[in-house]
């Protein structure tokens, strides 16, 4: 990994032992290592990890400050309370960046740049008194100062953080600056060190390149996968969810493809919104290739702590998952539910609603049938057999004038229907719905 002076950063094991080192040039470092292959920092994408990771670790803490470009401070003096003692706080931060395909170095101290300079440190310094004592055989490299002052350092025989601290503090400021001497002060809670606190945005949206254009909807899988990842690590530190989330497929020379995955309840499950992006995948034809793939999620919802039953409904969930995924597979527009409303008129009274999110049945029980004609057809009286009638319906006079007598029939089939005759046209029979 290069930096922006292309020097090198970091190296892999492969690359060091070619004598491949942090800091040369890289151009020494393809002399050494012809088939050494480098790749360039990304500033941008960098602090969206930080972020992502600073993020999660909100569950472990109220109080998180970035420390660019790699590091995340943790206030948690609360947070022992809760996940304490202090070692057991440790490993589970530990395994949940490394469960994120994250690698960190930990460190607990009482300050700041205490626990900044203890990373990697297998002990824990909880009082400063503690803390001064492990710093005493610290290298200096821990201090985090660039090469140019460690080496200066270093050029009058010191080697240790607790060497320096025993350096006249007159002559560290002549020799190294008042700024190195602040530092010092910090790390050891002598002065304050103010850091501001990090307000994770509540919207996500973040874009990714494929390593080569594609028409191929599969091979961009694996970038959804790494998005809806990330995002779930955000949501969870937000303790929220979303209902739904906007995807942008990105071509050269066309317009962006963009869909969206409708839930039907906040959720932070990345398998779930997998399962829905490959349902609109199955129907979908790109128009050209997909040069970059973007994932926009507009508004975090709180995740309700509601229980409205005693007993979990038994297939629940599996109702919700079939209804996204038809909603997915075959469009949202083509996917409702019937509801009632307030109206005398029969073809008024129901109502397009959310597949399956319920509605208040009718406060009239009596019999209606579910199938009703789009328009009521004429039909010959004399041809049916009265079951039940009549019931007058009639609505209110400033709206449409619909005075009915409504019967229930048995026509010659067997069919049982629902016929009225209007009282604008008396001797005209109409047949408006069919019961099952």
């Excluded at 303790?239 to 932070?268: K, M, N, Q, W, Y």
Aim: glycine share 8%.
């Amino acid at each position: 990994m290069l930096d922006a002076a292309r020097r090198v950063l970091t190296v892999n094991p492969a690359a060091q032992d070619l004598g491949v080192v942090p800091g040369m040039p890289a151009g020494s470092a393809q002399a050494l290592a012809p088939a050494l292959r480098c790749l360039s920092r990304q500033p941008q994408a960098e602090r969206q990890a930080l972020e992502g990771l600073a993020a999660w670790s909100l569950r472990y803490s109220s109080w998180i400050c970035l420390a660019p470009p790699a590091a995340l401070l943790l206030e948690i003096g609360g947070s022992l309370k809760l996940f304490g003692p202090a070692e057991r706080l440790r490993r589970l931060v530990a395994e949940g960046l490394t469960g994120l395909g994250h690698r960190a170095r930990l460190g607990i101290a009482p300050t700041a740049r205490g626990a900044q300079v203890m990373s990697g440190n297998e002990s824990i310094a909880l009082d400063l008194h503690t803390l001064r004592q492990q710093l005493d055989n610290l290298p200096l490299e821990k201090l985090g100062w660039d090469v140019a002052t460690t080496r200066a350092i270093r050029a009058v025989g010191v080697r240790t953080i607790g060497e320096l601290l025993a350096l006249p503090r007159t002559g560290r400021n002549l020799r190294y600056g008042t700024q190195q001497s602040r530092e010092l002060d910090q790390l050891l809670g002598r002065v304050a060190d103010p850091r501001p606190a990090f307000r994770p945005p509540r919207r996500y949206r973040r874009r990714l390149e494929p390593a080569q254009e594609t028409r191929d909807s599969q091979a961009l899988v694996p970038g959804f996968e790494r998005l809806f990842h990330d995002l779930a690590v955000r949501l969870t530190g937000h303790d929220c969810g979303i209902t739904g989330l906007d995807i942008r497929l990105l071509h050269a020379h066309r317009a962006p493809t963009v869909f969206e995955l409708g839930l039907r309840a906040p959720s932070r499950d990345p398998a779930r919104w997998l399962a829905l992006l490959q349902e609109h995948f199955q129907r979908l034809a790109l128009p050209a290739e997909v040069r970059a793939i973007e994932l926009v999620a507009g508004h975090f919802v709180s995740l309700g702590r509601t229980q409205t039953q005693l007993w979990h409904e038994p297939g629940a969930q599996d109702e919700q998952d079939l209804l996204e995924r038809l909603a997915a597979r075959l469009g949202p527009s083509t996917l409702y539910g019937l509801g009632s409303c307030q109206s005398h008129a029969p073809e008024q009274a129901w109502t397009r609603t959310t597949a399956g999110a319920g509605h208040d049945a009718a406060a009239d029980a009596r019999p209606r049938p579910l199938w009703l004609l789009p328009t009521p057809e004429a039909i010959d009286y004399a041809q049916l057999q009265r079951l039940d009638g009549p019931e007058r319906l009639e609505t209110r006079w400033w709206g449409e004038d619909c005075r009915r007598d409504y019967y229930r029939a048995r026509d010659r089939q067997g069919r049982r229907l629902w016929v009225f005759r209007a009282h604008d046209q008396p001797g005209t029979w109409f047949v408006h719905g069919v019961f099952g």
